[in-house]
Each structure stands twice: as structure tokens, then as C-alpha cells.
């Protein structure tokens, strides 16, 4: 997809765009790019809009101390840059997590929420003695895709998964450690009891990061809430299934304005 950029508060934004009419906002994980949404975006009736998020991709460094709410504060502000006012955020991974963080700040931005594989409004707790692990995925470019193929493991398309590979060692080098150290300090989940909007949580049964049980905490989490739980894939259906993927998007876009199902919503996925 052809890329654009933009600067926002002095901060150099890439970004894909396309299609009209009501907005869509994809937020990628961790090691990601707006590259992880390519074959997600062709939504009817709607303007799909991924950013590369600081400290990614092609977008210039997050100023200051890297956490989820500074990713989310400066997300905000490419919101009303964009003129995306109102758009359903679709996270995945860390990008759930931002896009929870941003729900919490900035309810007013957003007309829904859907996430993939996200952590819980609690974050996500990764042990320092992982931190050197972390580290070599960063200097050994095979390291880093054996570990990017344990969370997209039916991925099946070679030339996608290399051109995923190369964006994740693009991340800036204070993203590898810090991105884990915000994730175990992120907690969103006192914040969270004033949005009103439906929630639509994705998990994957072969996810090897988030468990099920993180899974429904997220759900939980929200007044009007539905989990899916995808047979067959791991913590990326978004390039594991992307048709799946989609459909169970449309759904959500195109329900009734009560509820994911037009019903009062069950605790129950």
C-alpha cells in the first residue's frame, strides 16, 4: 500500500489511508507497522487510516519516557490532526493496549472498540529475565522471526511474513526493553467505567502471549462487551485469517446502534 506522512505536533507520522466514509483506525503491536493491516482494510462504506506509531515503522521517535499512555496521548493528537473525530479504534496487541489507554483519555475520540489479542486493562507482565531475549531479537534478524512466527503461527504467505520481519527491526532501539516495561506498568482498568460504547474482544486459541482468561478480563472490563474465540489461530488473525478477521469487523460495524447483537449483551462470548 502506498504510504503517506504527516507531522503532528512535531512528531513525523506514516501512515496508509484508504477508502471513504465513516473512519476506522488500525494500531498495530508490538515490532509492528501499519504493513500488519494491509489485507484488513478494504472495508466497504468505510476510510481505513493505520498509522505507523512512534517508535515504528517509518514514524519518527516518541519524545520523552515511552509508555502506553504517552503512545495513546500522541495518537489523540493524530486523531483530530486526520480528522478521524469518531472513528472504531482496532487494536492489536500493544495497540489494544493503546487503544484501551486511549478510551480511557479520550472517550470523546472514539465511536468504538474493537481488540485483537490485547492485553487486559491491566497490562502485561513479562519477567526481566526475558529482557535479554528481548534484546537479541533486536541484533539477530533470525532470532526476531522465529520469535514474530510463534505469534502469527498459520501464517502462511513467506513473502508477507519477510516483509513483516524487516518493519519489526525498524522498531527504535529504546522500544525493545521500554515497550515491556510499559506494558507491566500499564493498569487503565479504574479508568475505564465511563465508556458506554459496545466492545468487541478477538482471541485466538493458539495465542502463545495473551491466555483466555486475560482474554475475558478485557471483556469483563465493559459494560457491553463480546468475546470471540478463533479456533486455528494464534495471537494474529489479523495475518493469520484476515477474511475471518474481517467478517467478524463488519459485524461489529454494522450492528444494531443497542448492542453488538441488537439484544441485551450476555456476559457469556
Given amino acids: 500500500m502506498e504510504g503517506h506522512f504527516v507531522e503532528v505536533e512535531g512528531l513525523r507520522w506514516h501512515y496508509t489511508d484508504r477508502g471513504a466514509g465513516s473512519p476506522i483506525l488500525f494500531v498495530h503491536g508490538n515490532t509492528g507497522s501499519s504493513a500488519w493491516w494491509a489485507r484488513t482494510m478494504d472495508i466497504r462504506g468505510h476510510r481505513a487510516v493505520a498509522p505507523d506509531l512512534p517508535n515504528f515503522g517509518l514514524s519518527g521517535a ?40 486511549l478510551a480511557a483519555m479520550h472517550e470523546e475520540l ?73 506494558l507491566s506498568r500499564f493498569d487503565v482498568s479504574a479508568a475505564l467505567g465511563g465508556w458506554t460504547k459496545p466492545v468487541l474482544v478477538i482471541w485466538g486459541r493458539k495465542d502463545v502471549i495473551i491466555t483466555e482468561a486475560m482474554a475475558r478480563e478485557t471483556r469483563d472490563a465493559f459494560r457491553e462487551a463480546r468475546l470471540e474465540i478463533i479456533e486455528g489461530v494464534g495471537h494474529s488473525v489479523i495475518v493469520e485469517d484476515p477474511e475471518r478477521f474481517k467478517s467478524l469487523l463488519r459485524g461489529y460495524l454494522e450492528r444494531p446502534r443497542r448492542s453488538l447483537t441488537g439484544l441485551p449483551l450476555s456476559r457469556k462470548p
Fill in 62 to 101: 516518541l519524545p520523552g519516557e515511552i509508555s502506553i499512555e504517552a503512545y495513546a496521548g500522541a495518537l489523540a493528537a493524530f486523531i483530530v490532526e486526520m480528522g478521524l473525530e469518531g472513528a472504531v479504534a482496532v487494536g492489536h496487541s500493544l495497540g489494544g493496549s493503546v487503544c484501551l489507554a
Fill in 110 to 182: 472514539l465511536g468504538g472498540l474493537v481488540l485483537v489479542d490485547s492485553s487486559s486493562p491491566k497490562g502485561l507482565v513479562t519477567a526481566e529475565s526475558q529482557y535479554p531475549a528481548i534484546e537479541s531479537m533486536h541484533k539477530d534478524r533470525s532470532i526476531l522471526a522465529a520469535a514474530l512466527k510463534a505469534v502469527a503461527p498459520t501464517l502462511a504467505d513467506a513473502a508477507l511474513f519477510e516483509s513483516l520481519v524487516d518493519d519489526a527491526m525498524k522498531m527504535a532501539a529504546p522500544a525493545w526493553i521500554g515497550n515491556a516495561l510499559a
